[in-house]
């Protein structure tokens, strides 16, 4: 008989636990007072891009988001490509041509710093359809890191959630909860050019806060209330509530006009394969296959 192997190896990425240093005030404060030296411009769209529109910025965010999502790519990675993305902008000029090579470089950047295996080069020009070359790509990387001055260690908003989450008194599967909804919100915040004047810190709170609104969790938890949490936060993070109540709101908008155009987009789609099928011939049903 002959003998067989089994594998009982399972492709998982081994974790280290969370480090209760790193979660401590002094850190948090640390970190709210490093969050401003590395952002982005608010009117690079006005004062140094000539080609570029905002809408152009949406799109290539877009493709961006759905490549970390279909790889899926560490949640820090898009944030952080955007982050670097929006640098870039901020202060050097681009051919509306080379944005998608930007975008792409970014997040090559980006995954490097947070993936244990990063994307590969040759894998994220398959994405752009091969319309750039992996010797471009490492080329705009090295323009890329010099112009951020090889500060690429950038706060995001997913460096305060942690933080947020570990200061409320909460149940752990429930913090689970806020924690995939307020990450879902901080993508979605990325991919909007109105949230780039917002420092990370004031994304991350006002995302957790619509994550908790959305649920539903103030309804059997006074801490988790509208009021008692946006005051919480807004301590947290030194800012005034009514900020951060407005921001919370441009998060809701955000996300109830992407629902909006996702159905729509569903919809026309749908249409399109029912006028398609009607054009197509097929055999008559069997009156057997027929419910009366």
Known sequence: ???????????????????????????????????????????Y???????????????????????????????????????YLDRFLSFEPLKKSRLQLLGATCMFVASKMKETIPLTAEKLCIYTDNSIRPDELLQMELFLVNKLKW?????????????????????EDTKQIIRKHAQT??????????????PPSMIAAGSVVAAVQGLHLGNTNTFLSYQCLTHFLSQVIKCDPDCLRACQEQIESLLESSLRQAQ?????????????????????????????
């Open 1 to 43: 008989m002959e003998h067989q192997l089994l594998c009982c190896e399972v492709e998982t990425i081994r974790r280290a636990y969370l480090d209760a240093n790193l979660l401590n005030d002094r850190v948090l404060q640390t970190m709210l007072k490093a969050e401003e030296t590395c952002s982005p411009s608010v009117s």
């Open 45 to 83: 769209f006005k004062c140094v891009q000539k080609e570029i529109l905002p809408y152009m910025r949406k799109i290539v965010a877009t493709w961006m988001l759905e490549v970390c999502e279909e790889q899926k790519c560490e949640e820090e990675v898009f944030p952080l490509a955007m982050n």
């Open 264 to 292: 729509q987009h569903n919809i026309s789609s749908e249409t399109k394969t029912v006028e398609d099928e009607a054009d197509l011939s097929c055999t008559p049903t069997d009156v057997r296959d027929v419910n009366i």
């Open 151 to 171: 500060n690429l260690a950038a706060m995001t908003p997913h460096d305060f959630i942690e933080h947020f989450l570990t200061k409320m008194p909460v149940a």
């Open 185 to 198: 919100f901080v993508a979605l915040c990325a991919t909007d050019v109105k949230f780039i004047s917002n």
